[in-house]
């Protein structure tokens, strides 16, 4: 299976697909209602409450859509990497690997305002990491803040985002104070037209804004969860090792994309702390990098086995903890 998604076939678009249908069948079957927190923005409230009605008809409404999100994700990460050519050749490792990151926890497969701000973070990335280019266009800075100043109105600890989006700029652009401007009046801009439909509605503006909380999960893990986080670290540990390793043959772009990838990781795991809740909803912000790092592991690594070991080990596990964790 792993050396089918190291060649750039278009049919592993498909394969991809039914592999994620597989893998995640316990959703489908046992459909899950929404994950609604108190951090939750107003744009994901009024979203659930408009598909209310249709999930009571359709039941798998939910697990649908966190499906479409999880497999867009997927696929548009590996054709990110692909077209910036992260990688020494075209593959789909890195959508096969979200697609195992995202199987390995329940919460990870249902609607939640952290699995849609998910897409918004890729989007950003790809936005932001495009204007190294001398010539680029200063509407994929704007476009990039505009996109977070949507994500922050599904899941407001996403403003923590923001200081991702600062290195990135710093990092790929010289320093020029109207492009941050730009930046910042993309940011304001969902609110800007939030504030006017509410002011011509009459409506109280404090829906717009959302309580910071500040904590950590405080459920006790399972040892299903030190077997996820486990199946998690050690390909991530050896993907980060590889991308290190292979640094020095790197173009400066490419070095930078994988640094971002990192500072990625590390800005989702800080929004977290903002927004404590009952169960692992909130780790999924931080597989989308991960998978990144995972695939590259899985093309570079000089074991051959090991890709398959990992693979099928990864998947074994998900089947089991469907089976009998009695948490799916």
């Given at each position: 299976m792993v050396g089918v998604f190291r060649q750039k076939y278009s049919g592993n678009i498909v394969t991809l697909f039914f592999l994620g249908v597989l893998l995640k069948l316990p959703v489908f079957i046992f459909p899950q209602p929404a994950l609604e927190n108190a951090q939750d923005g107003f744009a994901y409230k009024k979203l659930i409450q408009m598909l209310e009605p249709f999930a009571t008809a359709f039941p798998s409404l939910y697990s649908l859509l966190a499906f479409i999100l999880i497999f867009f994700n997927a696929i548009t990460l590996t054709r990110f990497i692909n077209n910036q050519r992260l990688m020494v050749s075209p593959n789909y490792l890195p959508g096969m690997a979200y697609l195992l990151l995202t199987?390995?926890?329940?919460?990870?497969?249902?609607?939640?305002?952290?699995?849609?701000?998910?897409?918004?973070y890729l989007i950003i990335?790809?936005?932001?990491?495009?204007?190294?280019?001398?010539?680029?266009?200063?509407?994929?800075?704007?476009?990039?803040?505009?996109?977070?100043?949507?994500?922050?109105?599904?899941?407001?600890?996403?403003?923590?985002?923001?200081?991702?989006?600062?290195?990135?700029?710093?990092?790929?652009?010289?320093?020029?104070?109207?492009e941050w401007l730009l930046m910042l009046l993309g940011l304001l801009t969902p609110y800007y037209f939030a504030i006017a439909i509410l002011y011509l509605k009459n409506s109280d503006f404090s829906i717009l804004f959302t309580q910071f909380d500040f904590g950590v999960n405080t459920q006790s893990p399972t040892l299903w969860i030190a077997g996820a986080v486990f199946l998690i670290l050690a390909p991530l540990l050896t993907g980060a090792y590889y991308s290190q390793s292979y640094a020095g043959r790197m173009l400066i772009h490419v070095r930078k994309a994988w640094s971002l990838f990192f500072i990625f990781i590390l800005?989702?795991?800080?929004?977290?702390?903002?927004?404590?809740?009952?169960?692992?909803?909130?780790w999924v912000m931080v597989l989308t990098p991960i998978a990144a790092f995972h695939g590259f592991g899985y093309y570079n690594a000089e074991l051959k086995l090991y890709p398959k070991i990992v693979f099928w080990t990864t998947v074994l596990f998900i089947v089991a903890s469907q089976l009998f964790s009695g948490s799916w």
């Open positions: 199987s390995l926890v329940p919460e990870f497969n249902v609607l939640s305002s952290q699995l849609v701000v998910t897409v918004f990335f790809i936005q932001i990491f495009r204007s190294f280019k001398p010539n680029v266009a200063k509407t994929d800075i704007f476009n990039a803040g505009l996109m977070l100043g949507l994500a922050t109105t599904f899941f407001t600890p996403s403003l923590v985002f923001l200081a991702w989006l600062i290195i990135a700029l710093a990092l790929l652009r010289p320093f020029k104070l109207n800005v989702c795991i800080l929004a977290i702390f903002f927004s404590p809740t009952a169960g692992y909803e909130n």
